[in-house]
């Protein structure tokens, strides 16, 4: 079995393994720790209002939590320069080992006001953001982008240039452009294009679903780490899966479904601890759902999985999925 490789991002030895991507709603405090135990060497927060941490919102400061979960980026959006620096500087307080700036989301009410992947069309205003992050705190500032805003105006590598410029220490890169949202395909030459632009690390992201995909991202772009995001939905133990296959060219499989489960239980559990039964069985109901996919009377039970509304119900709803698989077996 080779040794990984060690690689310095934003000041961080790594190893050249896979990190979790930021994922608002799902790359919770509770799914951090799960993908950590499972072998991602970095994980990145969901993304935080620089606005709304600046007028004190507790459900944002919330988000902010680090403790036993590093290395960890805390994630920020949005397009003032000035609100970014103060809340660069209320994130710096929770000790993150990095700050990450938010100009790939997609989602209209996001780049709707000029935060997130609407900034690509607007990168003297990134740096701007950039900048003022980076002057604000020691920490190092990173950020995450996409290929561009449509196939029109494809210009990540210009724009990485610049956020390297402005004090960027490193940049991820999403391989679709705003207007492709998550739907294939995945542009890997632009992710290499974007290396080859800048002398500071670049993560590449997309399509990253299990080992083999992981290493042709490291081959086809010359990039430093990949980060994993809907690949690991429900499957936090891909970062097993490719550090197994990158170190030994091993291919292991899915575990049993009883398995499957047992960390489904243990993940919502988390989440049920750290947010209150109500609130985490609420946000639970699609995370049981992806852990479910697959099994005997899957689209039955993801149904189910939409009415949870207590732990009672998840543990009920697991029994019912372990007894129609044992039943299918026979």
């Not at 709603?25 to 990145?44: H, N, P, Q, T, W």
């Not at 609100?83 to 500087?89: G, H, I, N, S, V």
């Not at 000029?114 to 950020?143: F, I, N, Y």
Request: proline fraction near 5%.
């Amino acid at each position: 079995m080779s040794k990984l490789k060690t690689v310095t991002i934003a000041g961080l030895s790594l190893e050249q393994s896979a990190a979790l991507a930021p994922m608002a709603s799902v790359a919770d405090k509770a799914y951090r720790l799960i993908c950590k135990e499972y072998g991602a060497v970095y994980v990145v927060g969901e993304m935080v209002s620089a606005k709304a941490l600046c007028y004190g919102d507790r459900k944002s400061r919330a988000l902010l939590e680090v403790a036993g979960q590093e290395p960890m980026a805390v994630q920020l959006f949005g397009s003032e320069p000035e609100l970014m620096a103060r809340a660069a500087r209320i994130a710096a307080e929770y000790q993150p080992q990095v700050i990450d700036i938010n100009m790939g989301c997609p989602v209209p009410k996001v780049a709707g006001n000029g935060c997130g992947s609407a900034l690509m069309r607007a990168p003297e205003r990134a740096a701007r953001l950039v900048r003022a992050a980076a002057e604000a705190v020691e920490l190092p500032v990173t950020v995450k982008i996409r290929k561009g805003w449509d196939d029109s105006a494809v210009n990540a590598p210009m724009f990485a240039r610049a956020m390297e410029a402005a004090g960027a220490a490193a940049v991820a890169v999403h391989g679709r452009t705003r207007q492709q949202m998550y739907r294939p395909p995945v542009d890997r030459e632009i992710i290499r294009q974007v290396k080859e632009a800048v002398s500071i690390p670049v993560i590449g992201n997309g399509g990253i679903v299990d080992g083999p995909s992981a290493l042709e991202m490291y081959q086809e772009t010359g990039c430093d780490l990949v980060m994993v995001a809907q690949g690991s939905y429900g499957r936090p133990w891909v970062f097993r899966q490719i550090r197994r296959y990158l170190e030994a060219g091993e291919l292991l499989p899915e575990p049993p479904l009883a398995e499957r489960l047992e960390v489904m239980l243990r993940h919502v559990s988390m989440m049920v601890e750290f947010k209150g039964e109500r609130l985490g069985m609420t946000e639970a109901r699609k995370i049981a759902a992806w852990y479910i996919k697959g099994s005997p009377g899957a689209a039955a039970f993801r149904g189910a999985c939409g009415r949870l509304s207590s732990w009672e119900d998840l543990k009920s709803l697991t029994a019912q999925v372990l007894r129609q698989s044992l039943e299918t077996e026979d």
